[in-house]
């Protein structure tokens, strides 16, 4: 069935259609430091392991590994981040954050949780007392889609008049499973509000729901009598 991006992009370029590429590997790391509690008043910084201090360097750290450019189109998430005691004036004993990485290229990706996995000695050094383990949730490797079948659903769309660009996909989907038992692809569609999904602001209208169910019959039917070459 057509899906909706969960994108800007199809939004913003004003296109109707997506064909889709293939879907991104994804890597879940789950991180915990442990610190001192210390009093937030009477204990100099220099003398502090704090533990949320740790997990901040951390989520800055990412960021940099993103912005650099040295591991391709990588995509980092700090999307949950906890702190104990949790209290106003203590230093955090001990900090919990997970981290989402993507990326399309299999190297890169590996190249990201290697340099990732390195960065806590560093913050071991700086801070005596700190310790950090890293521990890995998920990890599934890019999956691009099929070529010819992607040739087939761009066709459609000019057969519709629809313009169509190719999309990689950032976020998981049963087609990625599918693939490894037959030829697929996927179609998207526009969303609304930025393409936001899996909010209730999630909305597509009426007309971008029906142009991606004209592209996937007129592919499905092409598939069913002509094949994919």
């Given at each position: 069935?057509?899906?909706?991006?969960?994108?800007?992009?199809?939004?913003?370029?004003?296109?109707?259609?997506?064909?889709?590429?293939?879907?991104?590997?994804?890597?879940?790391?789950?991180?915990?430091?442990?610190?001192?509690?210390?009093?937030?008043?009477?204990?100099?910084?220099?003398?502090?392991?704090?533990?949320?201090?740790?997990?901040?360097?951390?989520?800055?750290?990412?960021?940099?590994?993103?912005?650099?450019?040295?591991?391709?189109?990588?995509?980092?998430?700090?999307?949950?981040?906890?702190?104990?005691?949790?209290?106003?004036?203590?230093?955090?004993?001990?900090?919990?954050?997970?981290?989402?990485?993507?990326?399309?290229?299999?190297?890169?990706?590996?190249?990201?949780?290697?340099?990732?996995?390195?960065?806590?000695?560093?913050?071991?050094?700086?801070?005596?007392?700190?310790?950090?383990?890293?521990?890995?949730?998920?990890?599934?490797?890019?999956?691009?889609?099929?070529?010819?079948?992607?040739?087939?659903?761009?066709?459609?769309?000019?057969?519709?008049?629809?313009?169509?660009?190719?999309?990689?996909?950032?976020?998981?989907?049963?087609?990625?499973?599918?693939?490894?038992?037959?030829?697929?692809?996927?179609?998207?569609?526009?969303?609304?509000?930025?393409?936001?999904?899996?909010?209730?602001?999630?909305?597509?209208?009426?007309?971008?729901?029906?142009?991606?169910?004209?592209?996937?019959?007129?592919?499905?039917?092409?598939?069913?009598?002509?094949g994919s070459s």
């Amino acid at each position: 069935m057509p899906h909706r991006t969960g994108c800007p992009v199809l939004a913003e370029s004003g296109v109707e259609v997506g064909v889709v590429t293939g879907v991104q590997g994804i890597s879940w790391q789950e991180i915990t430091i442990h610190g001192r509690a210390a009093h937030a008043g009477t204990t100099p910084t220099r003398l502090r392991a704090d533990a949320g201090l740790a997990a901040a360097r951390i989520t800055v750290r990412l960021r940099s590994m993103v912005d650099s450019g040295a591991y391709g189109e990588l995509r980092a998430t700090v999307g949950h981040v906890t702190v104990h005691p949790d209290l106003t004036n203590i230093v955090p004993a001990r900090a919990e954050l997970t981290v989402d990485l993507r990326n399309s290229d299999d190297a890169r990706m590996a190249r990201a949780e290697r340099d990732l996995a390195a960065y806590p000695r560093t913050l071991e050094d700086d801070s005596p007392g700190l310790t950090v383990a890293i521990r890995r949730m998920a990890r599934t490797a890019y999956v691009p889609f099929d070529e010819c079948v992607q040739k087939v659903i761009a066709q459609a769309a000019d057969d519709h008049g629809l313009e169509h660009i190719a999309l990689l996909s950032g976020a998981g989907h049963d087609a990625q499973e599918i693939a490894a038992l037959c030829p697929t692809a996927m179609v998207f569609v526009r969303g609304e509000y930025d393409g936001i999904s899996h909010n209730p602001r999630e909305y597509s209208t009426p007309e971008a729901c029906a142009h991606g169910v004209d592209v996937l019959a007129t592919a499905l039917l092409r598939l069913a009598t002509q094949g994919s070459s």
